[in-house]
């Protein structure tokens, strides 16, 4: 006899990860439980929210019956059983569109699944939709796509943050469990802070990049989206590990992230950068919030230490440099002959250019003529070829400053949520 200890409209879709997952391996609900809890929330909100830029309602329901099915045999699990997910549109999924937010992957139905999604699935997670995003991954609020903006869920006048703005409103609304998403520049982080829940950049490497459509390579990873500390650590625990498929990937093992969660502050020598936060335009009440933070941790024990960042000042324009060349060389591929529609001329140039013009939008377009500009033969040293120096620079100082300290801390944003459209959005 099954003794449900949730109720499927509410409790369900509250939980953290580790209990629903027990719950679901102990019979006390099933997979199609925990589905349908969150389906109730997102029939109810999202028409307003607008985080998923697609569901796939058969496939979800198959991931679930095949879980149900799993566990009533006495089948081993994994650590993600029955939990409903969503991932960033830029997580190529088998039979499920992946359009990355622009007109010009419309349609395009991947044969194949990436890495993550494919580990997500092997330990038990079922898939109910991909979230919205800034058009390739480009943008801060979520208003650069092809299909419209998302709203923040505390407040749907203001932006959710971008570029992974659908997967932050997804978790922090309860339309998701959690999320996987993609950070470039900021893309998880920002997005997570405006919207109040946890987000995660990984160390390059960490996570495979197979099966994630490329914004700039160098700097591109993709990491968890979660309503909690302990969350992300499971989630990360499931993505994380080499990959053959990614030559990037590195082959380090896979520590036990949750364990890590127990340590506590304790002796944490946690490195802060006062020129940076002085300089960069930092509101007062982030700042007050950074600060209650530092004081959290004080008091749990750790230790504030001041580091010094000597080329910091130099970081954004180095990131805007390198991450548009790889932009426009990432997406010289998308032109008409294999992805998404195409617009037909008389000659081949003319197709290209027309089926561009109508495929990208105007973030897009500004950040491809940009690093086409920094790849010319007579730009590509003194612009490209000198950031690439300046971030060995930078890589130099961060080692540095952990010589002095374990971690260091920074208001992940200057400024708190925005109204849509009050801000310019290159990011």
Not at 56 to 77: I, P, Q, T, Y
Not at 178 to 193: K, L
Not at 229 to 258: E, K, M, N, Y
Request: aromatic share 6%.
């Amino acid at each position: 006899m099954r003794v449900y200890a949730y109720t499927v409209s509410g409790d369900l879709a509250t939980l953290a990860l580790g209990p629903l997952a027990a719950a679901i391996a102990a019979g006390e609900v099933s997979a199609a439980d925990a589905l349908a809890a969150y389906r109730v929330r997102i029939d109810a909100y999202d028409p307003a929210i607008g985080a998923y830029r697609r569901r796939c309602d058969d496939r979800a329901n198959a991931e679930a019956a095949a879980v149900d099915a799993a566990l009533k045999r006495g089948d081993s699990v994994g650590p993600l059983t029955g939990i409903p997910m969503g991932l960033k549109d830029i997580l190529v999924t088998k039979d499920v569109e992946t359009s990355c937010g622009s007109k010009i992957l419309e349609g395009w139905i991947p044969p194949y699944e990436g890495t993550v999604a494919s580990r997500l699935t092997a330990a038990g997670a079922v898939l109910m939709g991909k979230h919205a995003m800034d058009e390739f991954a480009m943008g801060s609020s979520n208003e650069n796509s092809a299909y419209g903006p998302v709203g923040n869920p505390w407040d749907l006048d203001y932006v959710p943050g971008g570029s992974s703005g659908g997967s932050a409103a997804a978790v922090a609304a309860g339309l998701a469990a959690f999320a996987v998403g993609s950070d470039t520049g900021g893309s998880i982080r920002q997005p997570a802070s405006l919207c109040g829940i946890v987000g995660l950049k990984p160390s390059y490497g960490r996570v495979t990049r197979a099966g994630m459509v490329a914004f700039a390579s160098s700097l591109d990873q993709a990491g968890p989206m979660t309503r909690c500390v302990r969350d992300a650590a499971l989630v990360l625990g499931v993505i994380a590990g080499a990959d053959p498929l990614d030559a990037t990937c590195l082959s380090q093992p896979v520590p036990d992230f949750v364990s890590a969660c127990e340590r506590g502050a304790k002796g944490l020598r946690i490195g802060v950068h006062r020129e940076s936060m002085d300089r960069d335009g930092l509101d007062q009440e982030v700042r007050a919030a950074f600060e209650t933070a530092l004081a959290v941790v004080r008091d749990a024990g750790a230790s504030i230490v001041d580091i010094d960042l000597p080329h910091s000042d130099k970081a954004i324009a180095t990131y805007y440099v390198l991450s548009m060349t790889e932009a426009a060389s990432n997406l010289a591929r998308y032109d008409g002959v294999r992805y998404g529609p195409r617009v037909e001329r008389s000659s081949l140039l003319g197709m290209y250019e027309a089926t561009r013009d109508a495929g990208f939008g105007k973030e897009v377009k500004r950040r491809i003529l940009l690093g086409t500009f920094l790849q010319r033969k007579d730009s590509y040293e003194a612009y490209y070829g000198r950031a690439m120096k300046v971030r060995a620079l930078i890589a130099r100082d961060y080692d540095a400053a952990f010589q002095r300290c374990d971690v260091i801390a920074s208001p992940t944003s200057p400024v708190a949520g925005f109204k849509r459209g009050s801000e310019s959005t290159i990011r």
